[in-house]
Nanobody
Framework: VQLQASGGGSVQAGGSQRLACAASGGPFSTYVMGWFRQAPGKEREFVALISASATRTLYANSVKGRFTISRDNAKSTVYLQMNSLKFEDTAVYSC???????????????WGQGTQVTVSS
């Protein structure tokens, strides 16, 4: 499975950004999809995940109520809508696929290349 993330850029604090991750080469509709992020000087961390059928979602406490993960299986794409962005949301955001309902990165098989989101205060 190949994953291609897009939609990053620069945004002011309080603003919104929508990321997309397009998948190809595999049965997208059977995978749990997750978003992770890595801020400068920090380890990569879990942000959100969504079940294969989009019936379940899970968020990190730091983004709960501000970010929304969704997917369109017909388009083999998962999205991350980010609202009320904060300076501390600045990071490289990556999408990944898993066959498990998990927040652990080691259980994600395929990863996109990441897209930079920069929030200015």
């Amino acid at each position: 499975v190949q994953l291609q993330a897009s939609g990053g850029g620069s945004v002011q604090a309080g603003g919104s950004q929508r990321l997309a991750c397009a998948a190809s080469g595999g049965p997208f509709s059977t995978y749990v999809m997750g978003w992770f992020r890595q801020a400068p000087g920090k380890e990569r961390e879990f942000v959100a995940l969504i079940s294969a059928s989009a019936t379940r979602t899970l968020y990190a406490n730091s983004v709960k109520g501000r970010f929304t993960i969704s997917r369109d299986n017909a388009k083999s794409t998962v999205y991350l809508q980010m609202n009320s962005l904060k300076f501390e949301d600045t990071a490289v955001y990556s999408c990944a696929s898993s066959r498990m309902w998990t927040t652990f990165q080691r259980n994600y098989e395929f990863w996109g290349q990441g897209t930079q989101v920069t929030v200015s205060s």
